[in-house]
């Protein structure tokens, strides 16, 4: 892949060619695989954040979980910090669970509700026993408490006392509990209601200025990834189709489904009827991933497809400029057309 | 009342299609009363997009169902009255009420998959209305109900009309709620949260339908949202709720351009569009308040950057700021004038 040579070291984490498929009834036209990843590459590096956004069924909580090593893929490699994590065996293996975290999506659901915020934020300590030493823990969590915006005197509380954007913040703490390199953050604003989500995402920019932690953040609200992230990839039926900085990606999209994204994306910009018109509408759904089209999976939905798109898989290519921009499309868009300024 | 109008779309003066009066609902609980929705005022003008917006708890599904009648029975409305072709909805007797269900007032819900049923196909459901309001034939019933599915963009709609809603994508099952609840041309519609549980491309096409419909048939649609982005491309008119009122409302540009409410202000600021990577987003401090625990005077002044002592003891009314608008906070002319 063209992407990072000399000026790059080992970046923290870096996937290549990731497959993934899983066992379904046979469909309608006798498939009987879902086609979760189809050969996906990603990097992350140290300290930043890499934005992940596709509508449903695109595979992203798919990649998530392997990365994470909670799905084994069957094909692809993954290095972290230069070393594959499928290979790891023994004591290795929870000592490189420890520098991957995760954050979910729902605050409600994914917090045992019998138990106090001290013994969900301690809880990792149970397997991870060399973190923090027995006698320092309750300080720790007094410090985790504060560090996510909590009073430490909130240890004894159990979660149906806080309020969403509160628990989420537990949630948060619990994540920082084994001191990660790399927090999986899986929609993890998008339960939240507007003025918490703002509050939230805050916690986690100065968070990460705190502590170079870096985050994986997936979600499907473009302005949020734009906010937050450094770098995008953009997916589409379990393929990257686009990946640059957040700022390349969203101000000159090169491939058509990204453009129609962020058109379709409403901005909070006041717009006359007659401008609204302009927008990309693309017809149809996204297609399901247990028969994905042929060629590049998104000529049924495109405007711009051709012959060649419905026959050929387009491959990843950088921008002619060179850098890092890359998209996988046989006629990549080369002027901006979906360029926005929100507000 | 809606003298303003500087949307092209809206065109001639806009007829008041249905109005709500100081409607208030209470739920039972074991210590008593809430208030859940507290003397919400507001009118929908046929062919225009009029947008309840608030955060969740804030009493716009609550008000979307005291109107329609489809009130959760610990919920209660104790006052006010909703107007449509001078009749109050809210008096009438389940049989006079059911008559208007389509023709007058119809409703689409969030969850397209619940509010279908599993067991008959789409399109007998859809032929429902025909039967019931217009005594229609079953066969001519289903000619309709095809025409129908082929109105709001279901492909082959005469095949599909004998599939179950199981068998349909998410943006499919929520056109044909939209088709259901516009079957018999209804002069008002209440769409509450209808594109929330879509993806982003397909949310995109069923607004747009929601939008050529409205125009179309010049019904009224009020569009509950949490989401401001699509009241800011949508709405003609916004109403903005916090705890159970509405604090500010007027034409969409206007309260978006200068809001007059710090609640308002402070949504606004949320949005992370528009700012730059890494910026602190100026969030609104704290959480909403629980019906159960409104603080005494404004109920935003706990939150509230602007709060005084007048806040904690007067409850602001809503008042007329200037033509069409109206907020309910006392020092609305300090925003105004920032």
């Known amino acids: ?343 | 009342m809606n003298a303003v109008l500087n949307k092209p779309g809206g065109g001639t003066a806009a007829t008041v299609a249905m109005e709500v009066r100081g409607l208030s609902v209470e739920v039972r609980a074991a210590d008593g009363p809430v208030p859940v929705v507290r003397e919400v005022s507001f009118s929908a003008s046929s062919g225009q997009t009029l947008a309840l917006l608030g955060e969740s708890g804030c009493g716009k599904s609550m008000t979307a169902q005291a109107v329609t009648g489809l009130l959760d029975p610990v919920a209660e409305v104790v006052g006010g009255e909703v107007l449509l072709d001078g009749q109050d909805v809210l008096r009438l007797g389940s049989r006079e009420r059911r008559r208007l269900a389509g023709p007058g007032l119809a409703v689409v819900f969030q969850d397209a998959m619940t509010a279908l049923n599993p067991v008959y196909t789409v399109g007998s459901q859809l032929a429902e209305p025909f039967r019931i309001h217009q005594r229609l034939s079953r066969r001519a019933a289903r000619e309709k109900a095809v025409e129908l599915m082929e109105r709001v963009g279901i492909p082959e709609p005469r095949a599909r009309a004998k599939s179950y809603p199981h068998q349909f994508s998410g943006g499919l099952r929520q056109r044909l709620l939209i088709a259901m609840a516009v079957a018999l041309e209804p002069s008002v519609l209440i769409a509450d949260e209808p594109t929330t549980a879509l993806d982003v491309t397909v949310q995109a096409q069923i607004m747009e339908l929601l939008a050529e419909l409205r125009r179309e048939t010049r019904m009224a649609l009020v569009l509950i949202t949490h989401d401001l982005a699509v009241v800011a491309e949508q709405a003609d008119q916004v109403a903005v709720m916090y705890a159970g009122s509405i604090v500010e409302s007027g034409p969409i540009a206007e309260v978006f351009g200068a809001p007059r409410h710090p609640y308002t202000r402070g949504l606004l600021d949320s949005v992370p569009a528009g700012h730059a990577r890494g910026t602190r987003l100026r969030s609104i401090e704290g959480t909403p308040p629980r019906p159960a625990a409104i603080p005494s005077g404004c109920a935003f002044r706990t939150r509230c950057p602007m709060a005084r002592e007048r806040c904690a003891t007067d409850p602001p009314p809503l008042t007329t700021t200037g033509p069409g608008r109206a907020s309910a906070c006392h020092y609305w002319k300090e925003l105004a004038d920032a």
């Open chain 1, 1 to 343: 892949m063209p992407e990072d040579t000399a000026e790059e070291p080992t970046p923290l984490l870096e996937a290549r060619d990731l497959k993934k498929t899983f066992r379904v009834p046979r469909s309608a036209s006798g498939s009987t695989r879902l086609h979760a990843l189809g050969g996906v590459d990603i990097t992350v590096r140290r300290g930043e954040t890499l934005g992940l956004v596709g509508e449903s069924g695109c595979g992203k909580s798919t990649l998530a979980r392997v990365l994470l090593m909670l799905e084994r893929p069957d094909s692809g490699t993954v290095r972290f910090d230069g070393v594959d994590p499928f290979a790891l065996r023994g004591k290795e293996l929870p000592a490189w669970r420890r520098r991957v975290q995760m954050v979910f999506q729902d605050p409600f659901a994914s917090l045992n509700p019998r138990l106090t915020a001290e013994e969900l934020i301690s809880e990792p300590w149970l397997s991870h026993r060399d973190v923090v030493p027995r006698r320092e823990r309750a300080k720790r969590v007094a410090e985790l408490l504060e560090m996510v915006g909590l009073r430490a005197g909130d240890a004894g509380r159990y979660p149906q006392e806080f309020s969403g954007g509160q628990r989420q913040r537990i949630g948060i703490a619990r994540a920082l509990a084994l001191n990660p390199d790399l927090i999986v953050c899986d929609e993890p604003v998008s339960a939240l209601d507007l003025s918490v989500q703002a509050q939230v995402l805050n916690l986690l920019t100065e968070l990460q200025a705190e502590l170079g932690v870096a985050y994986l953040f997936i979600s499907h609200d473009l302005s949020v990834v734009r906010h937050v992230a450094d770098r995008v990839a953009v997916m589409y039926l379990g393929r990257v189709v686009e990946s640059g900085t957040a700022e390349e990606v969203f101000t000159a999209p090169r491939h058509p489904y990204t453009a129609s994204l962020l058109s379709a994306a409403p901005s909070l910009e006041v717009t006359r009827e007659q401008d609204r018109r302009q927008r990309i509408v693309l017809s149809g759904e996204v297609p399901s991933p247990v028969d994905p089209p042929a060629g590049c999976r998104f000529h049924p939905r495109c405007w711009k497809a051709e012959a060649v798109c419905g026959e050929v898989v387009p491959e990843v290519e950088p921008a002619p400029g060179g850098g890092h921009h890359a998209a996988a499309c046989h006629l990549p868009l080369e002027v901006v057309t979906a360029a926005k300024a929100d507000s």
